[in-house]
């Protein structure tokens, strides 16, 4: 590589700055137009890097058209030329998005996820995150438990079963936290929670 | 190096790109598309398999138009880019055939919507490219291609829930593309080529403080598309939205692509071991548990499978943090089977919904008695996305450890700790997942008489075959990736190829341009615009 001047100009440089942080700004915000906008921003700050990247401006990059060492760098101007319409393309999508998400919601702004809410709501209440037959805990310890449990001596047939019948085990002993917080769990897993 | 070689390495690109034209032509005639796209992808999945053999003596290098390496672009396919491609050409024309027997079976004649299968074409133009790629710009092209397409296929129909997903999806993205692009005009400013087998030879050169944050630049970019720790917050957020196929799919290859690019990138152009593979130790060690914790609060396949995804990142992660040949052995030989698996997962949970009619594990229940075929479908990927010998996921887990230990500083025996907890807790999540869905008693009436159509199982039976022959061959195919790890790290054989005799220049034309050195061609980006 030749050596070619490559100290950028104080102004472009400056430009960069100010596209970069007003574009970060912009994608901080919710509303999707607004980070379209802050995303148009950023992709011009890098476009103008690369031009920073290319060197000095020169002439035009034509043989017979400049003296060779007198022009300026065409492979930075292809790269932003790509970039540039990499961006177009993308930013039709984007703003066909926000039209869609206008026309379904009233608004384009980017929602939170009900399921991750919905988890995290589980996990500060300590609750099971679903229901488990299985695993069931009906009694307070496993006294309690082992005295529910169907007894093959019993004789009778129809004593109480194991989990596989969690309304039994709710007329379990007073006191045992369990069941009275299960109608309360139950209610959220039906998709009907309100936003 | 054969001349028939060589014209096969631009296939893989070319191909689907033609068909997603000639598909999006020909969008009144649903069976043209279908012949067309699976066509195509039966060719790439052949001329990929040529490379397969073809790598092994050598990478090929083409340069593209004919002009030479620096100047023009070049497609390179070594060991671990024709591996990626066989693999990834094969899951997708599965995922292909998969979707085409959704849409007969839904009676939906254009399925899903015309769209589909030139997107899906597209999306493989990228992915291939990416593989291919030679070149620093061109692989952000890939991307970029890949990126456009999956952003239609993800949104695709536009329902409230799938745009949701889809402005998070694009956003995170479009965020990634500026951050890899600002890291090319570093690199250019810096060494003054996107080369990156010239690259290679430059970035020793340049200033310690500059290579080092473009290596970070680069981490970061490619670590948001390989949803790394604490860039992976958007994937099981947009991902469980979009149909079955799209998620298998983006599951399967999207992730992976940002690994192949840390692997390649990693190795080709930072080979030093510095305080880098450090910090990839400690985020590989968080992926992983964090992941998985996420994975354990689930109740819905979809999610889970999703966080599961995460988590085993981590496991790639670690084996290139290892940068040892081993190491890296291990890793490629992880991302073969963690593509398939993943998706061969994801579409036997496409059947799961279909037969069930809900993916929450709240809902589901009996199948293994209602649908025993859907139940062993789901088992056997599912055990070997665990770990459990002697499948494929075993072996690549085992050959992480043993590298693990082998180095044995304080960081590493951590990462061997974390591996083993995170298989212990990806096995408790799938079990979960089984007991619910499969054995415990449907909360919820299932109809006991439906049937999954045949030309979904189909696929999905052909990839879970394919996942059990990754554990067949595992000892070639572990010596090929052995063998591709070593060619990796040797730090030459790449560049030799590219740069044939010790020269600055490929193979082509570019004599004018050889005599004088003022002026950069215009020809790298140029045909991609």
Sequence with gaps: MSVIDTTPSVVLVLAIGVLFAAGVYLLLERSLTRVLLGFILMGNGANLLFLVAGGRAGGAPIIGETPEGEMSDPLVQAMVLTAIVITLGITAFVLAMAYRSWQLHGHDEVQDDLEDRRVARHAARNAPAFEDADTEESGASLDDEAAEVRDETDGDGDGVTDGQEPDATADGPAGAPAPDARPDDRRPRDGKEPR | ?529
């Design chain 2, 1 to 529: 190096m054969s001349l028939t070689a060589a014209a096969l390495v631009p296939l893989p690109v070319v191909l689907p790109l033609v068909a997603a034209g000639l598909a999006l032509a020909l969008w009144r005639h649903p069976r043209a598309q279908r012949l067309i796209t699976v066509a195509a992808l039966a060719l790439v999945l052949a001329a990929a398999v040529g490379l397969l053999v073809a790598a092994d003596s050598g990478p090929i290098v083409v340069d593209v138009g004919g002009w030479a390496a620096p100047v023009g672009i070049d497609l390179v396919a070594d060991r671990l880019s024709a591996l990626m491609l066989v693999v990834s050409s094969f899951v997708m024309l599965c995922v292909l055939l998969y979707s085409l027997a959704q849409g007969v079976a839904d009676g939906d004649e254009e399925a899903p919507v015309a769209i589909y299968h030139p997107t899906f074409m597209v999306l493989a133009a990228g992915v291939f490219n990416a593989f291919l790629s030679g070149d620093l710009f061109n692989l952000y092209v890939g991307f970029e291609i890949f990126l456009a397409a999956s952003y239609v296929l993800l949104t695709l129909g536009g329902t409230g829930e799938r745009i949701r997903a889809g402005s998070i999806y694009v956003v995170v993205a479009l965020l990634s593309s500026i951050v890899f692009l600002v890291a090319i005009a570093l690199t250019y400013a810096a060494t003054g080529t996107v080369n990156l087998a010239q690259l290679s030879e430059r970035y020793a050169e340049i200033e310690p403080g500059m290579a080092l944050t473009i290596q970070l630049l680069l981490l970061l970019a490619f670590g948001i598309k390989a949803a790394i720790f604490p860039l992976s917050a958007w994937l099981p957020d947009s991902y469980p939205t979009a149909p079955a196929p799209v998620t298998a799919v983006f599951a399967g290859l999207l992730t992976k692509v940002g690994v192949y690019a840390i692997i390649r990138t990693q190795t080709l152009l930072f080979p030093e071991g510095s305080v880098v593979d450090d910090v990839l130790m400690w985020l590989a060690l968080l992926t992983m548990v964090v992941g998985i914790l996420g994975a354990v609060a689930q109740n819905d396949i979809k999610r889970l499978l999703s966080f599961t995804l995460v988590s085993h990142i981590g496991y790639m992660i670690f084996g290139i943090a290892l940068a040892s040949e081993p190491g890296m052995a291990a890793a490629i030989f992880y991302v073969v089977h963690h593509i398939t698996v993943q998706t061969t997962l994801f579409l036997v949970v496409g059947l799961v919904e279909r037969r069930g009619g809900s993916t929450s594990l709240d809902r589901l229940g009996g199948l293994a008695r209602l649908a025993p075929g859907l139940a062993i479908l789901f088992f056997i990927p599912a055990m070997n996305l665990a770990g459990i010998p002697p499948l494929s996921g075993f072996l690549g887990k085992v050959g992480l450890l043993e590298e693990g230990v082998a180095q044995g500083t304080p960081l590493t025996w951590a990462l061997v700790v974390g591996s083993v907890v995170t298989s212990l807790l990806t096995l408790y999540a799938i079990v979960k997942a089984w007991n619910k869905a499969f054995w415990q008693t449907a909360p919820v009436e299932i109809p006991a008489d439906a049937r999954l159509p045949r030309g979904m199982v189909g696929p999905a039976t052909a990839l879970v075959a394919f996942g059990l022959a990754l554990t067949v061959v595992a000892g070639p195919l572990y010596a090929y990736t052995e063998r591709a790890a070593t060619t990796l790290l040797d730090g030459h054989t790449y560049v030799d190829a590219v740069f044939p005799g010790d020269s600055d220049r490929g193979q082509g034309e570019s004599n004018e341009v050889a005599e004088d050195e003022t002026g950069t061609e215009p020809v790298t980006g140029g045909e991609d615009g």
